[in-house]
């Protein structure tokens, strides 16, 4: 995780504003899986954050809290969103906001993670 950020603001502070509870399920009434959400400036260094409904294959869609940062060629997943997403393996895909992408899951203590 990110050093200003962690599993407690993503559950808490984070999850109050972004207006979603982090890895919850989408409600059968909820039609924003294929609407674009707003996002908020979080933290000291001012990070963009979004959460955008999210599945695998072995999962039904929950709600990800996202880290934006466009300088990143590549998506990382902490292993807690990954256990939520049942996914075990290091390289996967997903379908984020009905669009399929592949990602990894972040390396242990990498500044380079996301949630």
Not at 5 to 11: A, K, M, N, Q, R
Not at 53 to 63: A, C, D, L
Not at 71 to 86: D, G, I, R, V
Not at 91 to 102: E, G, R, V
């Amino acid at each position: 995780m990110i050093k200003e950020i962690e599993s407690e603001d993503l559950h808490g502070k984070i999850s109050k504003y972004l207006k979603k509870a982090y890895l919850s399920p989408l409600q059968e009434d909820e039609k924003e899986f294929k609407e674009i959400r707003k996002g908020i400036l979080y933290g000291v260094g001012d990070r963009s954050l979004i959460s955008i409904p999210t599945r695998s294959n072995w999962s039904k869609p929950i709600w990800v809290h996202y880290l934006v940062n466009t300088a990143s060629p590549y998506t990382y997943l902490s292993e807690e969103t990954c256990k939520a997403l049942n996914i075990s393996q290091p390289y996967f895909q997903l379908d984020i906001n009905t669009t399929t992408i592949s990602a990894s899951l972040s390396k242990k203590n990498s500044v380079k993670s996301t949630f």
